[in-house]
């Protein structure tokens, strides 16, 4: 399936999905094992991309970024945020699984806070990925 940018309306359509965040500004490796890793905790991979009035210091737009995250094909569905508002797209979606960066994990930010709450209101579960690499060694 190829990756689709969707708008609010049709989150209501997306069954049995994970939900990931972020400004996803210059794609690198992190960001792909994250991805992947959330890719196998569901059915439905929803990208949700933080909008162009929290990009300070960041170079390439909303639009940008979200076509760059569809040509890598991992997520099944792209959603632009307005802003940083994580907790409506949780709300509307209702994602199983939400997967957050390690960067968010003591966060004191309204929107993930609430967002975190709202997914274990209904009994959803929460993770931090940091996007890290494991190697094995043989000694």
Request: glycine share 8%; proline share 1%; aromatic share 8%.
């Amino acid at each position: 399936m190829k990756t689709r940018i969707i708008k609010k309306s049709q989150l209501k359509n997306i069954k049995e999905s994970v939900l990931v965040y972020g400004h996803f500004s210059t794609i690198h490796p992190g960001h792909i094992r994250y991805l992947k890793y959330a890719r196998k905790k569901g059915v439905n991979l929803v990208v949700a991309i933080i909008g162009d009035l929290n990009t300070e210091g960041y170079r390439y737009s909303q639009s940008e970024r979200a076509n760059s995250l569809a040509l890598m094909n991992i997520a099944d569905y792209i959603f632009l945020l307005e802003g940083k508002k994580l907790s409506k797209v949780v709300n509307t979606l209702k994602p199983k699984n939400l997967i957050l960066g390690q960067e968010f994990k003591n966060s004191n930010e309204i929107e993930i806070i609430n967002s975190i709450n709202s997914i274990k209101s209904y009994g959803g579960r929460v993770e931090f990925h940091a996007g890290e690499i494991n190697y094995s060694s043989s000694e």
